[in-house]
């Protein structure tokens, strides 16, 4: 195997973040138009957009031609770009992806400490919709309700969702605080739940109960993490179809390309693509799911509205 080369411009990725599958197949699925991959990162590449220097992580480089590449082979037209905690709250990288994307792409913020109203703005103006807080140690440590507030009132009046990337068990314990929170909530990656507690585990009674308010929404995205079976992660994959057919109306999906942190190699995002299949069997199911819910959740026009205009480049 080929050592990483090791220079300013490309620094040596860390371990879990192996390159994504080289060849992935293509989906037998047909897919509906209007189909969003609402959840997925731009990495790179480090000499244009570097990482940021307390990041947690290094990812090998994923940018923008790739995952461009990667949605037009899938047959996905829409996407949610999400921004990571290795590239902070410097998001020059999403808002080239976005501008690239002409009205095609979304995006999730992480608002840092010094992030001001004015730069929130610009964020909202080239496709930003939300804001992550990041609970996951590997990450960084738990926002305080005070960072959370400061958020909260530097993007005021922007109709943002608040995306919370947490653990299972976790979602017991910050159910008060995901409850109080303002507006729509959507959580990641079906919760990252230890799926060996079984149905009735203490995290999922919360989810649903937190899905039962009406504001709460559901990535089942990460199906090969929440997995203990590997591919084709038949109990991850049942999981999530127990969830969407729970909350149909509140429920997105996303490839979480490149998939960095992750133990073993990255799997065959044309594999995720076809488990839609399973996840929503039926057409309505699997529109709701890939067009209209991730349209209503992060503000892409519907068929009837005009076309959104090209934002002018940055």
């Given at each position: 195997?080929?050592?990483?080369?090791?220079?300013?411009?490309?620094?040596?990725?860390?371990?879990?973040?192996?390159?994504?599958?080289?060849?992935?197949?293509?989906?037998?699925?047909?897919?509906?138009?209007?189909s969003c991959d609402a959840h997925c990162?731009?990495?790179?590449?480090?000499?244009?957009?570097?990482?940021?220097?307390?990041?947690?992580?290094?990812?090998?480089?994923?940018?923008?031609?790739?995952?461009?590449?990667?949605?037009?082979?899938?047959?996905?037209?829409?996407?949610?770009?999400?921004?990571?905690?290795?590239?902070?709250?410097?998001?020059?990288?999403?808002?080239?992806?976005?501008?690239?994307?002409?009205?095609?792409?979304?995006?999730?913020?992480?608002?840092?400490?010094?992030?001001?109203?004015?730069?929130?703005?610009?964020?909202?103006?080239?496709?930003?919709?939300?804001?992550?807080?990041?609970?996951?140690?590997?990450?960084?440590?738990?926002?305080?309700?005070?960072?959370?507030?400061?958020?909260?009132?530097?993007?005021?009046?922007?109709?943002?969702?608040?995306?919370?990337?947490?653990?299972?068990?976790?979602?017991s314990d910050y159910e008060p605080l995901?409850?109080?929170?303002?507006?729509?909530?959507?959580?990641?990656?079906?919760?990252?739940?230890?799926?060996?507690?079984?149905?009735?585990?203490?995290?999922?009674?919360?989810?649903?109960t937190l899905l039962d308010t009406g504001?709460?929404?559901?990535?089942?995205?990460?199906?090969?993490?929440?997995?203990?079976?590997?591919?084709?992660?038949?109990?991850?994959?049942?999981?999530?179809?127990?969830?969407?057919?729970?909350?149909?109306?509140?429920?997105?999906?996303?490839?979480?390309?490149?998939?960095?942190?992750?133990?073993?190699?990255?799997?065959?995002?044309?594999?995720?693509?076809?488990?839609?299949?399973?996840?929503?069997?039926?057409?309505?199911?699997?529109?709701?799911?890939?067009?209209?819910?991730?349209?209503?959740?992060?503000?892409?026009?519907?068929?009837?509205?005009?076309?959104?205009?090209?934002?002018?480049?940055?």
């Amino acid at each position: 195997m080929t050592e990483p080369i090791l220079d300013h411009a490309r620094p040596a990725p860390s371990a879990g973040c192996l390159p994504p599958h080289p060849a992935p197949r293509r989906p037998t699925l047909v897919l509906p138009p209007d189909s969003c991959d609402a959840h997925c990162h731009v990495f790179g590449p480090a000499g244009v957009f570097p990482y940021a220097p307390e990041r947690t992580f290094t990812p090998v480089d994923a940018p923008k031609e790739q995952l461009a590449a990667l949605h037009a082979h899938l047959g996905l037209t829409r996407a949610v770009v999400v921004q990571s905690s290795c590239n902070g709250s410097d998001h020059r990288a999403l808002c080239d992806m976005l501008t690239a994307g002409g009205g095609r792409l979304r995006g999730v913020a992480l608002i840092g400490d010094t992030t001001t109203r004015a730069e929130i703005e610009e964020l909202h103006r080239v496709g930003v919709r939300g804001f992550r807080l990041n609970f996951l140690p590997h990450l960084r440590t738990a926002p305080t309700r005070q960072e959370i507030d400061s958020v909260l009132e530097r993007v005021d009046g922007l109709d943002w969702v608040a995306e919370l990337h947490l653990t299972g068990r976790e979602v017991s314990d910050y159910e008060p605080l995901i409850r109080s929170l303002p507006g729509r909530v959507a959580v990641d990656h079906l919760a990252r739940v230890d799926i060996t507690e079984g149905p009735g585990s203490a995290a999922l009674r919360s989810l649903r109960t937190l899905l039962d308010t009406g504001n709460v929404w559901l990535k089942v995205s990460g199906a090969d993490r929440v997995s203990r079976q590997g591919p084709p992660y038949a109990d991850a994959v049942a999981l999530a179809a127990s969830l969407v057919a729970y909350a149909p109306e509140r429920t997105v999906w996303g490839t979480d390309y490149p998939h960095v942190n992750i133990t073993g190699a990255a799997p065959d995002d044309g594999l995720l693509v076809d488990l839609l299949a399973e996840i929503a069997p039926d057409p309505a199911g699997l529109r709701r799911l890939l067009a209209d819910n991730p349209a209503e959740l992060f503000d892409f026009p519907r068929a009837d509205d005009p076309p959104a205009p090209r934002p002018e480049p940055t």
